[in-house]
């Protein structure tokens, strides 16, 4: 016996769920690891003055929030794939903290968000900084996605003296081969003036968490609705 149309269609959600979550959460624990132990940042972290810096704080928080995720992948694939019920209680469970805590840092980045701002503005400017002393290869890839995803260079948005030229995206016009806006700038502007879109970010990948909850909950009935038959049926049997 097996799960009938509706569980597989949930089964498949979860397996895709899966995997973009764990593209994501390797992502993340992947550049917080390499800003963590990488020869090049690994000083900060032994300065017991940065300890509370806007640096050290994000990139605890990528390692954390990918090693969380991966966790979550492993006990979601393995239910899913194996229709395991114990693994997708635990999967629902955690998945349950992870979309309440999408809520809460939502609702608190659109309340404090001249705070937040400034604060990855400032992780911005850390990263920066280290580029510019060492050179780094991975920094450097990270402020060139930063740059182009903002369309912004640097932090004086000037090409001509800009130091961090090479990271910084293709100039839109004419005007912008003289100035482009600087990304500091940038970072403040897009959390003071499109707060609710943050927020509404954070609610919607909640939202999704939900739906994978739903699914869940669909996938866990499904199973122990076949695993009844199966039992009823050799209870006939035998």
Known sequence: MALDGCGLVCKYILFIFNLIFAVLGFAFLGLGMWLRFSGNTRGIFEIHALNSSAFVMAVTVLIALGTVMLIVVVFGDYGACNENRCALQVFSALLSILALAEVVVGVLAYSKS????????????????LYLNKGDSVIGATLTFIHKMLHCCGVTGIPVIELAKATCPKPDGILEHIVMPNCPGIITNVFNSKAPLVMGIFVGSGLLLILALVCTAVLLKQIKKVQQEVTAYYSTVY
């Open 114 to 129: 001249d705070e937040v701002g400034a604060s990855i503005a400032e992780f911005y400017s850390s990263m920066y900084a």
